[in-house]
């Protein structure tokens, strides 16, 4: 992957008791083939990561100094790909 992310932060969504989920998951359907997405959120999202992976998607997750969590997924490399 080339390193192109969408960037998505639900916090606010978060912090108002509504369910990101759906929009998560409209951003993925509408995800390129070479761009991953960029979550921020009020937790980690771990039940996130097992739906991630079933469409193909490795997490890279980091809290930030504030106490918020940012979880970038990119796509999964094919078993044979090539590249950098």
Do not use: H, K
Not at 8 to 22: A, H, I, K, Q, S
Not at 25 to 53: C, H, I, K, Q, S
């Amino acid at each position: 992957m080339s390193g192109r992310f969408v960037t998505l932060d639900v916090r606010e969504e978060l912090r108002r008791g509504e369910e990101p989920f759906p929009r998560i998951m409209a951003t993925v359907r509408a995800l390129g083939p070479d761009e991953g997405l960029e979550l921020y959120a009020t937790f980690e999202p771990r039940p996130l990561y097992a739906v991630m992976a079933e469409l193909g998607f490795d997490a890279s997750v980091e809290q930030l100094p504030n106490g918020d969590w940012r979880v970038r997924f990119v796509r999964q490399r094919a078993e044979g790909a090539s590249g950098p």
